[in-house]
């Protein structure tokens, strides 16, 4: 018998639990807007400066379109572009460096080093040498947003190709596979689970970042994305779109999350390289 | 142990001369000949191979693993190599895959020195993780023979890997992915995927190493059985320590002494693919068990 049958009886009592989960966590985010929605309409609290939640709501749905003008959609955009944009230049630069790590005793350490000294460090820390060096750009955002993505990214494509299995790199030179088919063919989808995982951490970081710089250019005057948006919110005093601006970055960071998970439960899961 | 009628067949679709080899077994005791005479065409030559390991700091100590090895193996022939454990064997096995050097002598497959793998050599490994996870057994097979074949056209490399898992036993399991499978229906694919790629010579490293009695004798027999109904016997060479499986497999069976690896015995095989309580086939085990009892004593 399979193991693939053998497991069949497992999937509906851990799909039954997994609803109970799923129903539990809605429950405890619903109670906790219920809590929000009170706490304001019957404690003494000034909605100036703390709205209710179903002000912020509306001003969420408002700015989606529904009921009121789409302008909050520029304001995603502007910011799932940057980070999008930065996400596919960390990428190509965590194959590069990995790549070299993998033929070079001197690259390998090289990335060692450096993946050990700018992992610690905020990389919002680089913004105002960023703005030095690109003004109050889309490169500067671009640069700290990178900074914070590539080296998570390239650390674990590292560890993953280090975890390769040596029978699977063998049979790929038995199949006379050259180093980029090697790469391609072996080496990255044996360390996708790794790989995953890296640009998962890499997102999260990248995410705070973007908004956290925006913020920054927000307060200068320029325009931008989601973080511009909230700041801007503030200086005029709409406090529930600045709390709508805040409701979006969190729906959109677990919106990536299940992105994630989704790939995963297509991929890794799927191929019994990573636990479900 | 329980025979198949394909496996006795297998013992007797062996050519003209092999078969008069074959009628009683002779042991070719060390400095004896190593190639016996009117064999078919020889597709591997391994003349005075040695192959030794580097150790230690600055890699200046030299530690011989195989000795003065000297062997031919023929088109469509098994031949096993035994020995005891640390003998050398699967080392001489991954020199002839091209995964290391040789630091002596010379080993050619069709005339031609190795010198790095290729896939004229496919390698079946004792590790169950030699599939590709990310693909399905039908695409692991046709992984194989996509890389052989790079401008076989698709139905046929459809064809060919569907014929292939079904002489494996695996077309229930053709679209499952290799976390579902057991060890056992693992080897078998890396079976399929291997014998698909066509090479000149199949080179298995104790592939049922890993496996419980049960499924070990059952690969035994169904490799025999794959082995003879491919379109042209594939050669093989078969790295064990498995006395009975050597029986079972092995047209020749080459006996390694203790390392470093020398070549002790070469031993005809009247026996191969017959049911383990056959007289020859005992005889021949028995044998083998004592040469080995003294290459260990």
Redesign the interface.
Known sequence: MSAHQTHAPLTFGSGVSAVFDRSRRLLVVLTMFAIWELAVRLGDVNTLLFPTFSAVVVSLLSGLGFGGRPELWGYIWQTLSVILQSFAISIVLAIILTSFALVSRFAKDFLYVITGMFQPLPSIALLPMAILWFGFTRESLVFVVVMSMVWPVASSLTVGSATVSRTLVSLGRNYELGAVGTLLQIMLPAALPMLISGLRVGWGFGWRTVVAAELVFGSTGSSGGIGWYINNSRLFMNVADGFAGILLVIIIGLAMESVFLFIQKKTTMRWGTEAA | MVSTQGSIVDARRIGGPMRQAARSHVIHIEGATTQAPNRGEVVVSIEHVSISYTVGSGKRKVIPAVEDVSVDIQRGEKLIILGPSGCGKSTLLMAL?G?IPISGGTMKVNGRPVS????E???V?Q?F??L???MTVTENVQW?IR??NPKMKAEEVRERARRQVELVGLSR?AD???????GG?KQRCAIARSFA?TPEILLMDEPFGALDAINRERMQQELNKIWSEQESPTTIAFVTHDVAEAVLLGHRIMVMTNGPGRVRAIVENPAVGRPADDPEFMQLCADLRELLKEEIA
């Open positions: 895959g995964f790095r793998p290729s896939m050599r496919i390698m490994f590790d993780n030699q590709l996870p990310w194989g890389k052989r399991q499952q992915f290799p976390n579902t499978l057991s229906q790629a």
